[in-house]
């Protein structure tokens, strides 16, 4: 790699935007995907439509871009699905002669280390920023190799790493053993659910997990195959037993708020087609030869049983840590985030994703000079991040580098 050059780990949103600034500052960068190809992760919930519209989701850097090669994006109030996004805007822009050459795909980064040095070797001394990054990385084909950059962007996002399903957050008993039953990304229900089923989830016993926004798309879309095939079973548990499904008043995002009142319809409806079990938790599992049978325990410590052939789990997702366990990087012990910007967001504290603004760019720093998380990573357990945030953050990145790459190398 190119002395003074950037490795941009992740080529989703924040990642190719942040190619974009790199490329337009004259830096010499390498995006390293672990997808086969951009915007892995949107596209894996790609047939969702976003609940914000065309005009919040394309930063003015990548529109004023994609004009000038004849590709601008709708701007309008119209929601996307994440496949329209990706075609439409990540795709186009990865194809750009400036960025295009510089993304890796099928490449994936394992850990990130400074070279020569431990994790605690020279504590506060300056003296790590002379070290190059080192970065274990592998390809489509397992193949292990090195790569060094002097500058680090980790965007990965968050959800490649669910959470686990069981009760405080660990994994419950037998959770591992029902792995292949348990689809933890928002499903397509018009696609066949697991490798070798039938298309459709109609007739199925399903359970449902999480009361989010993913939950909340999964169940609307669960009412669809419930109208197509009656005989579907749904068991909806939520660990609230008073969930507020984060709604906001005089939300301004029709598309959320709609999506909430769904949600609230069917949780609290005195119709519903769900059997809804609020205030329990997944306790235990059990996978026999009729199904997978479901301990859920109540607040009180009462259990109860469900039988269920899949399970859908929408518990969140946080960052992969692991891979800059190496590094100076300081986390916040509630959300994981990044210390300085997870104090941030805590003290400005809206459960509204529509406020949040970028908190700045010495939020972004970290005790390890030179690596910057950015994206919805930066946000660790925090779920409130929006694409607009990331947009702001890569540029308050650009201005603590600077216009210009380094003249003197900054190899140790
Ligand atoms: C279902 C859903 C709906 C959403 N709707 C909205 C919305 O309407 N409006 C909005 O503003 N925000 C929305 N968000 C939130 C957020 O904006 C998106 O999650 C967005 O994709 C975040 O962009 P990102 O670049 O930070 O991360 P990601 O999109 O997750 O991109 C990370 C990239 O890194 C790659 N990667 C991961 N690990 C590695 C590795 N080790 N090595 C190399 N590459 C790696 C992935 O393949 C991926 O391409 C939504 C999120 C979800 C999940």
Redesign the pocket.
């Known amino acids: 790699m190119t002395p003074g050059s950037i490795a941009i ?8 935007e942040a190619a974009l600034a790199a490329a337009e500052a004259g830096w010499a960068f390498t995006v ?4 086969s190809d ?5 596209r894996s ?1 790609g047939h ?1 439509q ?3 519209p065309w005009s ?2 394309v930063s003015s850097r990548v529109r004023a871009r994609l004009a000038e090669v004849g590709r601008e994006p709708p701007n309008g109030e119209e ?1 996307p699905t ?1 496949d329209q996004l990706v075609d439409q805007v990540f795709e186009p822009l990865a194809e750009a002669p400036e960025i295009s050459p510089h993304v890796q795909l099928d ?4 850990e990130i280390s400074r070279d020569g040095l431990l994790k605690n070797d020279e504590i506060g001394t300056g003296v790590r920023a002379r070290h190059t990054f080192r970065l274990l ?1 592998r390809d489509a084909g397992g193949q292990e190799r090195v790569e060094y950059a002097d500058i680090v962007l980790d ?6 790493n669910p959470n686990a399903l069981g009760l405080g957050g660990i994994a419950a008993p037998g959770e591992r053993a029902a792995d292949d039953y348990i689809i933890r990304r ?1 499903p397509d229900f018009e696609a066949p659910i697991l490798k070798g089923d039938a298309p459709g989830w109609g007739g199925m016993r399903i359970l449902l997990v999480g009361s989010g ?2 939950a909340q ?1 999964v169940a609307r879309d669960l009412l669809g195959v419930i109208e197509r095939v009656p005989e579907t079973r749904v068991t909806w548990t939520i660990r609230s037993a008073s969930p507020t499904f984060g709604a906001v008043e005089n939300d301004a995002l029709p598309a959320r708020d709609s999506l909430v009142e769904q949600a609230r319809a069917l949780a609290y409806g005195s119709d519903s087609p769900f059997d809804v079990r609020l205030g329990r938790s997944v306790h235990a599992l059990e996978t026999g030869p009729d199904g997978i049978i479901v301990s859920l325990r109540a607040e009180d410590g009462s259990i109860e049983h469900v039988l269920v052939d899949r399970i859908i789990s929408m518990t969140g997702s946080v960052g ?1 840590a692991r ?1 800059y366990r190496q590094l100076q990087v300081h986390e916040c012990y509630a959300t994981s985030g990044p210390m300085n910007l997870a104090a941030a967001l805590l003290a400005s504290s809206s459960a509204d ?1 529509l406020t949040q603004e970028s908190q700045g760019a010495d939020t972004l720093k970290n005790p390890e000079p030179d690596f910057y998380i ?4 930066s946000y660790g357990r925090n779920s409130t ?4 945030v ?1 947009w702001a953050q890569v540029d308050e990145v650009f201005s603590l580098l600077g216009t210009s790459p380094p003249v003197v190398p900054a190899h140790a």
């Open positions: 780990l992740g080529a989703g949103p924040v990642g190719l390293f995907e672990s997808s951009v915007a892995g992760n949107v919930w969702v976003l609940f914000t919040m989701n929601y994440g490449t994936r980064i394992l990385v965007c990965t996002g968050t959800y490649d928002i926004h993913s798309t992969d891979m994703c950015l994206g919805s990573k991040f929006l694409l607009r990331g």
